[in-house]
């Protein structure tokens, strides 16, 4: 669910897009401006980390040059910052260039500032159906046999709370333990814009702290730094199911570890290291960028 910055300044201070319906609005290929959806459960001035997340992978799988004959398998997310939600730029490029697999690297960064969250992924290749596919069917109840499931309490209207749809399985935001959710965005990533099936993975994927918290969301924060995930398909519809589970050791570390799901079943995995501590602490990052 992102960094915490110990901001505590109202949501009109917050420079954001023009009220498009989607998380970001286009600027050009390579600047968005984050409208108030992007917004988490922090801090009324930072971002969710899933947005952001899935402005990355999206920036590695459309840049120049971008193989159309690879997919990515593995990306790793490394949270610098809170994410303001303002004017972002994004950088990429390749670490490696091989036949059958590659690594690329992106950067997101405030308009004219240091990077706030980086990003590298392990693209590999595909080829159809060269080899048998081994992989279980469903495993969970539906998304259209379950009904919607409210967000946790935020202290603002327009979030990413209220631009993605939820639907607990088992669990709930307010309930302490494993849980198990599906996702559905109701706004694209960028608007007028189509969603791509990697867009709702990792718009998702950073969720799993929050679908399976082990502690009081009033009294603690536990706040990721990074996020890993790995995809052995890329989801199939609109909906993305996180199966997460939260250990936290009485240092103050925890571990999210999650299942991903679509309909036809399993997808991948994702686990994201946790800083877990009473609010009022701050993970050391510093605060949101102005």
């Excluded at 899935?54 to 990306?75: K, P, Q, S, V």
């Excluded at 595909?126 to 009904?147: Q, W």
């Excluded at 791509?196 to 993975?201: C, T």
Aim: glycine residues 14%; negative net charge; hydrophobic residues 40%.
């Amino acid at each position: 669910m992102g960094a915490e910055s110990g901001v505590e300044t109202g949501v009109s201070d917050v420079r954001e897009g023009s009220g498009a319906e989607g998380f970001y609005e286009r600027i050009d290929a390579g600047r968005f401006l984050a409208t108030g959806y992007t917004r988490g459960p922090w801090d009324p001035r930072s971002q969710h980390a899933g947005p952001p997340a899935a402005l990355l992978g999206r920036a590695i799988e459309e840049r120049t040059g971008a193989r159309d004959d690879m997919r990515i398998a593995r990306i790793t997310y490394e949270i610098l910052r809170p994410v303001p939600i303002g004017a972002l730029e994004l950088t990429t490029g390749v670490l490696r260039a091989g036949r059958g697999t590659e690594v690329v690297e992106a950067a997101l960064a405030p308009a004219g500032g240091a990077p706030v969250m980086l990003a590298r992924a392990l693209r590999i290749r595909v080829a159809g159906d060269s080899v048998p596919a081994v992989v279980p069917g469903p495993e969970l109840p539906p998304p259209g046999e379950v009904g919607p499931t409210p967000f946790f309490p935020v202290p603002w209207e327009k979030g990413y709370h209220s631009a993605m749809e939820t639907r607990f399985t088992k669990g709930a935001f307010v309930e302490l333990g494993p849980g198990t959710c599906w996702m559905r965005m109701r706004v694209p990533l960028v608007a007028g814009e189509e969603p791509r099936p990697l867009d709702r993975v990792l718009v998702a994927a950073d969720s799993g702290n929050g679908i399976s918290s082990v502690v009081d969301f009033g009294r603690y924060l536990f706040v990721n730094g990074d996020l890993t995930v790995h995809l052995h398909r890329h989801p199939a519809g609109e909906w993305v199911c996180v199966e997460a589970r939260t250990s936290v050791d009485a240092a103050g570390i925890g571990l999210a570890d999650a299942r991903l799901h679509d309909e036809k079943g399993p997808i991948g995995r994702s686990a994201q290291s946790l800083f877990v501590a009473p609010r009022g602490e701050e993970p050391g990052r510093g605060k949101a960028p102005q």
